[in-house]
């Protein structure tokens, strides 16, 4: 495993594949970019696809929800920065939230809600220590909160 990095932000280019006949960023590209840098976390602390197969564990969506504050075109670059939100008292659920910045002004949001799938039983369960010793170190949002 690497060493993790509390907190997670990636640069992209906004693609001509990315915006809609309006020339904007249509609103389904931004929870693709959201998941591309959920996966460059978990890849960046060594939690590839590999290890959640090895583990049997693996991160599923429940739940997606995005807030879009201003308009994207067509070749801007922005700054996507990922961070806990919630998580269960055994960390089974969580919550991760993406903010999508342009010059460091807010853009839009997305969050996930997510549960850790155990691969063999089909179950919700808690992470196995590799992967929540990890998780433990992104960076949480200032509203962080339990999950019930």
Same mark, same amino acid.
């Given at each position: ?19 809609? $006949? ?5 609103? %389904?590209? *931004?929870?693709?970019?959201? /998941? &591309?840098? !959920?996966? +460059? ?43 806990? $939100? ?5 960390? %089974?659920? *969580?919550?991760?939230?993406? /903010? &999508?910045? !342009?010059? +460091? ?44």
């Amino acid at each position: 495993m690497s060493t993790p990095t509390p907190s997670h932000e990636v640069r992209v280019k906004i693609r001509w594949a990315d915006v809609d $006949a309006y020339g904007h960023l249509r609103h %389904s590209a *931004f929870a693709d970019w959201a /998941t &591309f840098a !959920r996966s +460059e976390w978990f890849e960046g602390v060594g939690l590839t696809p590999a290890v959640f197969a090895k583990e049997g564990t693996a991160p599923i969506t429940l739940e997606e929800t995005s807030t879009f504050l201003k308009e994207v075109r067509l070749g801007e670059t922005l700054t996507l920065r990922m961070q806990r $939100a919630a998580a269960s008292a055994d960390g %089974s659920r *969580f919550v991760h939230e993406v /903010t &999508f910045e !342009r010059n +460091e002004v807010p853009v839009a949001r997305y969050r996930m809600t997510g549960a850790w799938l155990n691969l063999q039983a089909r179950r919700i369960v808690a992470p196995p220590a590799l992967i929540s010793e990890a998780v433990e170190l992104l960076e949480k949002t200032a509203s962080f909160r339990q999950l019930d």
